[in-house]
Every structure is written in structure tokens, then in C-alpha cells.
């Protein structure tokens, strides 16, 4: 195993978790085999041991390993869903880790008053672009975008975004986040639960109406900017949704 390169942002935890996450999704780890020691690891990635058993501590708790006293650490079973913790901005950057994304809709200009409107804009002109996004080529969530029109207008050199079907790797968020001025450091998130629009269901390849969890996130840079609105549809029987509460 090499260490990746650091990204921005990340503490050194953050990214031998990321790592090993992507490890233990592309089955590099399979179901009961052992996972390097923490002497190993922090050998690799010239941290300490400490580091090593927090990175450790976060995928107990996402379930995708377990530790068996004076014996290691195990690749946990998995059922086939898509497992992430999300407790960060960070976390949800961390996406373009182990997802693929795949683009349904390019990115267009068009008068949208409710987007508009939720991202506090003087005008009802917007950026939008809509992709499904897929673990071990299943798709699990179709994802709708808008922008501001200036914040939009910086990713307008990005071929990926501009052509229907194309796939890529990274995250909208992960994209601003290296173009903006100031970086996104807050997401404001609801949750409920939604019946599948006609559109989605034939993306996510279900049943109209079928029950879906919707999640709206509005993220906001440090300067408080409303800079990027996303509401997304996640299949239940593809995707479990994660979130530790730390007193």
C-alpha cells in the first residue's frame, strides 16, 4: 500500500481513512482479512500510531471493519449497499474516493426562481446540471445542481460537465472548492423521505413514486455565500446514510 497524495483540508486521519476506505471498497480487503497493523500503517504513512487507531476508531463505527482484541483489525461483511459516514464537508468531498459520477443533464444556464431563491440571488438565473452517481457501477443517487451564475461560469472548462453520459471521479463541491476565492466550509442538510419523480425513477432504474431518501444540502463558503444548491435522491436498497453524534 502507497500513501496518497495529502488533500487540501485533510488531516492526517482523514486521509488514511479515506485510503483505506477505498481499499476496502475496491476489495483490496476482502470480508475477514486482515488489514495492516497499526505499526505497519503508520510506518507507510509516516504518522504516528495514534493517527493510525483514530482512522482505525472511524471505520469501526461506519462498520466496515472490526477489531478483534491482540489480533488485528478485519474487513467487515458488507450487503452490497453503499456505506460512508458523512460528519464533515470534508466527508462529502471525500465521495470522489470510492463513486463514480455520471452526467445527465450538462451544465446549462437557465431561469430557475425557486433555486434562485434559495441561494439568494438578485436575479432568477442560475447554473444547473444533474448526474447519478454509482458504487461498483450500481447507481445509487441522482443528484440535481444549482449555481450561481458566476460561480457556475468557473466550471464551464470542464469537459466532463458538458456532455451527456460522461463519467468522472470527482465532486461538484470538490471542483469549487479549488476555484473559489474563499472555501466552502458549511453545509445546511434536510432530510426526508420523498416519492421517486418520473425522471429519477428511470435514472435510478425504479419504480415511479418508489419511496426515496431526499437529502437538500445548500453550501456556504466562509464568507457566508450561498454558492451551491443540491438535492439528491438515494435508493434505500443501495445506500445507507451514516452520521455520528459526538456530545
Known sequence: MAANKPVRGRSA???????LRTDLAGDRY???VRLPTEAELAETYQVSRQTVRRAFHDLVAEGLVYRVPGRGTFA????????????????????????????????????????????RLDSDMVHTLAFRRFHDDVPFCHTTVWLPPDVGETLTDVD????????????IIGLLDDRLDSPITE????????????????????????????????????????????ISYFLPEQYSYRVRLRR
Do not use: N, W
Open 160 to 171: 466532463q460537465l458538458t456532455e451527456t453520459g460522461a463519467r468522472s471521479t470527482f465532486t
Open 187 to 230: 453545509a445546511e442538510q434536510s432530510i426526508t423521505v420523498a416519492p421517486a419523480p418520473d425522471a429519477v425513477a428511470e435514472e435510478l432504474a425504479c419504480e415511479p413514486h418508489h419511496p426515496l431518501l431526499r437529502i437538500d444540502r445548500l453550501y456556504t463558503t466562509s464568507e457566508g455565500r450561498r454558492v451551491e444548491l443540491a
Open 30 to 32: 476482502p470480508k475477514g
Open 13 to 19: 486521519y482523514q486521509q488514511l481513512a479515506d485510503d
Open 76 to 119: 467487515a461483511p458488507r450487503d452490497g449497499r453503499y456505506l460512508r459516514r458523512f460528519g464533515s464537508v470534508d466527508d462529502l468531498m471525500g465521495l470522489s474516493l470510492d463513486t463514480t459520477m455520471q452526467l445527465s443533464s450538462p451544465l446549462r444556464r437557465r431561469v430557475d426562481i425557486d433555486a434562485a431563491g434559495r441561494l
